[in-house]
């Protein structure tokens, strides 16, 4: 028997269907992601119950697959970690559910996973980052930045007082017809597109904190879709707005980023080269990677970025982030109920309109 310790982790909170084995040596075993697209296109966007039917009839065979890839059975896991939350109650039950199973069977410990956390902790597993770090967490539900103190120890800086970076990015794309999910379509349709044709309002720039908005962004997209002459929109259009809207998220983010780092500087003047992690979906977005990269160095702050196919939901970031739980003990009893909100530092001031 080897000390090697190996955690499988599902994730369901939103519409991917997704199973992971992870060890604590830092390596990906297997890493299963089912995109749910195709069942939710049609009503263009997540439709929850769909979601958790989906989830109910793909996660068996999912981490069968996992499992078989990874060349293990159910008896080589120490631990079945799931995401608890926050996301769509109907997916994350089934995956809760799915865990305990596993872990009542094998007598194995089930660990809930904070799929915000997931997402915070994976530049551990990447690349072995130390504590503390600032992070930037921009996803479909959340664009937060944090500083990451240790496993369970975050302290907020900043948070979206209206819609996600990522939501953005989705309302854009579906405006402008792109289809669903919006961010990889916009990305692809702006590097034909000319991004300082359109002038779009960059929101809290400039502004004290580290707080987000981007709903009059999106305001603006849609008003300038209006402006145009009526009929099919031109690609050359659709393009140009696609790049313009990126570059004027990119600005928002570098600016309220840039007061973050400054901040992370004042807490922590003992660390020479700080970090900064990016995590989420949308930090799969090379044009935003590449901004933050440029805005790191400038500040002196070295950048990290997972691989793009673990910025976006994925099960090894809650295997991993089991692992982390699992080295401190921390593991859940069976009672544990799904949490449909789970915010990472509970104490952090809500502000007005924010969505924790
Ligand atoms: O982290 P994630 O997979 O799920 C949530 O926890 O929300 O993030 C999904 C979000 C969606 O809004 C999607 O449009 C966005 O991330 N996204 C992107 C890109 N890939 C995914 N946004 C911009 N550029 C991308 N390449
Ligand atoms: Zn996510």
């Known amino acids: 028997m080897s000390n090697r310790i190996i955690v499988l982790g599902i994730e369901t909170s939103c519409d991917e269907t997704a199973a992971a084995v992870v060890d604590d040596d830092r390596r990906i075993l297997a890493n299963e992601v089912l995109s749910q697209i195709d069942d939710h296109t049609p009503f263009g966007g997540v439709v929850p119950e769909v979601a958790a039917r989906a989830h109910l009839e793909l996660i068996d065979g999912v981490i069968e697959r996992a499992l078989e890839k990874a060349g293990i059975t159910l008896n080589d896991l120490d ?8 996301g769509l109650i109907g997916g994350v039950l089934v995956g809760v559910m799915t865990a305990k199973a596993i872990a009542a069977v094998k007598g194995c410990p089930f660990i809930a996973v904070n799929h915000l956390e997931g997402h915070a902790l994976t530049a551990r597993l990447t690349d072995d980052v130390a504590f503390p770090y600032l992070l930037l967490l921009v996803s479909g539900g959340h664009c937060q930045l944090l500083v990451v103190e240790g496993v369970g120890r975050y302290t907020r800086l900043g948070t979206t007082i209206d819609d996600a970076l990522g939501e953005a990015f989705d309302k854009t794309a579906k405006m402008l017809g792109l289809g669903f999910p919006g961010g990889p ?54 393009a140009d707005l ?23 500087r004042d807490l922590y003047p003992d660390i020479d080269t700080p970090v ?8 799969a977005n090379q044009v935003i990677r590449a901004r933050l990269q440029s805005l790191s160095s400038g500040k002196g702050f070295q950048f990290i970025a997972p691989p793009p196919n673990l910025c976006t939901d994925n099960g090894a ?14 593991t859940d009893a069976m009672n544990f109920r799904p949490r449909p909100r789970w915010p990472l530092d509970p104490d952090a001031a809500p502000a007005a309109g924010v969505k924790a």
């Open 185 to 238: 379509a916009v990305e692809k349709t702006a590097q034909a597109g000319d991004g300082n044709r359109f002038p779009l309002p960059r929101p809290l720039k400039g502004r004290p904190g580290s707080d987000f908005s981007f709903s009059g962004l999106k305001t603006k997209v849609r008003q300038t879709i209006e402006a145009l002459p009526p009929g099919d929109l031109l690609d050359q259009d659709v």
């Open 242 to 264: 696609c790049a313009s809207f990126q570059v004027a998220a990119g600005d928002v983010l570098a600016d309220r980023v840039g007061n973050a780092l400054a901040r992370f």
């Open 79 to 86: 631990a079945v970690a799931a995401t608890g939350g926050p």
């Open 317 to 330: 970031m809650i295997a991993w982030a089991g692992i982390e739980k699992l080295r401190l003990g921390d």
């Open 276 to 283: 900064l992690v990016v995590a989420g979906g949308v930090a």
